[in-house]
Nanobody, 120 residues
Framework: QVQLVESGGGFVQPGGSLRLSCAAS????????MGWYRQAPGKQREYVAR???????NCADSVKGRFTISRDNAKNTVYLQMNSLKPEDTAVYYC??????????????WGQGTQVTVSS
């Protein structure tokens, strides 16, 4: 299992920005695709964005054009830059590590989450 620790959450006004970080340890970071998910109160966890081991990115339509995922393999860290934040972005944000080979895809770690609150 990979240990993942998120940071960077907090309180921000609508239209503001935050950058989340997720530091990984205990595995081969460069071999994993890394993702961000979020869960708002009373709702299911939902996908936000993912970056593959090769650097290809994808994000949910709800955050496209506002959020950017990136990674620094030298620091074993994945980032989520969140701009133009909206109240509906309020949630606990979780980091995920996933290993994929020819035969299977396996989640190898989840972080504990970091709270993001967007409110005026």
């Amino acid at each position: 299992q990979v240990q993942l620790v998120e940071s960077g959450g907090g309180f921000v006004q609508p239209g503001g920005s935050l950058r989340l970080s997720c530091a990984a340890s205990g595995g081969i970071f460069s071999s994993y695709s890394m993702g961000w998910y979020r869960q708002a109160p009373g709702k299911q966890r939902e996908y936000v964005a993912r970056i593959t081991s090769g650097g290809t990115t994808n994000c949910a339509d709800s955050v496209k054009g506002r959020f950017t995922i990136s990674r620094d393999n030298a620091k074993n860290t994945v980032y989520l830059q969140m701009n133009s934040l909206k109240p509906e972005d309020t949630a606990v944000y979780y980091c995920n590590a996933r290993f994929t080979n020819l035969f299977s895809t396996t989640d190898v770690g989840w972080g504990q989450g970091t709270q993001v609150t967007v409110s005026s």
